[in-house]
């Protein structure tokens, strides 16, 4: 095994992610084991790159009979860091803040909301779910005092690089940015950028071709 | 100029729908050209990434002047298909499906949502925004009533393959799924999956991953 030691490709992260959903219905449908052509066809690709993704996690499958669910699953699990639970802060309380608090999926990942920052003095000091929100100001103390591992930044496009130099400073590691503008962080820290307009806006570039 | 014919990959199409907002960025703070190795640097990306971005737009740029930001921004806008407007239909007003509604950057790009469906009989009849929400049964009516460009799936992944059905049945031809769960669509039906646990389980992995 080295799946302690190698670098995974991003690309192959990504479909490792969408493969253990799609292990995990099998276990639910009591299915054992499983071809990568299986595999493969439910991701959209094919076999021989549902093999390659998978070597990064060392040897795997039986000729003739695929992989083992419950194996697969559990390696994933491990190698996509959800076998344990992860303490996250939301900054902004926003409508989209908002979603991402309430998006039942991240829980049961082991994603746990437990610090929600907004500027709003309006929002400060109430209830979403079961977490205050907390100022601005609070953020680095906030961080600290909840032994945050991950921020989520939903915050306007204006303030987000400002807020999340303070993040960095504060020490955190790991941010997954949904406003609407591209972060620049040190290289040590791992950023995902969600932009909900490059999805819609590759639509629309098939759209407008299929016009010509 | 091959804007019109040839096929661009998708990745290259994400990278364009960056680049066009630091032009648009650039444009607003008066800069007239801009080099690559800059829009590189923006993106996270290299000069010859760029280069070769731009290449499938056609020929551009001038040897120590750079990218025209006004010429930029044009043939991005039109090669992304945001010179019109499209008509946009949201299936499932829940939180996910109000927090699109109301993300003030769709609409700016011209993607109106003029049509919501949800299987709610007391939201059916209610208003988001100037919009009348509609049941499920109106669906393929209300596509056609509103000449529908492109649908955003917001349901439950229990229901979103069997109404994603009717959809293409009905002859939309392009797709963003916000559903936690990967649909299969025909070929020529336009299809992006956005998962918003894929982008935080590769945070996990990356934490996971350095604790070792």
Redesign the interface.
């Known amino acids: 095994m080295n799946t ?1 030691t190698n670098k ?1 490709p ?1 690309a192959t ?2 479909r490792l ?2 493969y ?2 799609y292990l995990e219905d099998f276990g639910r449908s009591g299915i054992a084991n499983v071809a990568s052509g299986v595999l493969a066809e ?3 690709t094919t076999a021989a790159q549902v093999r390659k993704d998978l070597s990064y996690l060392g040897s795997f499958g039986k000729r003739g009979l695929g992989y083992s669910v419950a194996e697969l699953t559990g390696v994933l699990r ?5 076998d ?1 639970t ?1 303490r996250v802060a939301l900054l902004g309380a926003g ?2 803040g ?3 608090f ?2 039942q ?2 829980r049961k ?3 746990n909301i437990t610090t929600v920052i907004d500027n709003d003095p309006c929002k400060v000091g109430s209830r979403l779910g079961d977490v205050t929100i907390r100022g601005e100001d609070d953020l680095e103390c906030a961080l600290r005092d909840d032994g945050t ?2 921020v989520i930044v939903a915050v306007p496009a204006l303030v987000a690089q400002q807020l999340v130099d303070r993040v960095v400073a504060a020490g955190i ?4 940015n949904y406003a ?3 972060l ?1 962080l040190p290289g040590d820290v ?1 950023l ?1 950028n ?17 016009r ?1």
């Open positions: 302690f995974i991003d992260i990504r992610s969408l253990l959903r439910r991701g959209g491990t190698v996509l860091g959800l344990c992860w409508r989209i908002t979603a991402l309430e998006y999926p991240f990942r082991g994603f591992d991950l590691k790991a941010v997954l609407p503008v591209p620049r791992a995902r969600v932009s909900m307009l490059v999805e819609l806006e590759s639509l629309s570039h098939a759209l407008a071709r299929g010509r």
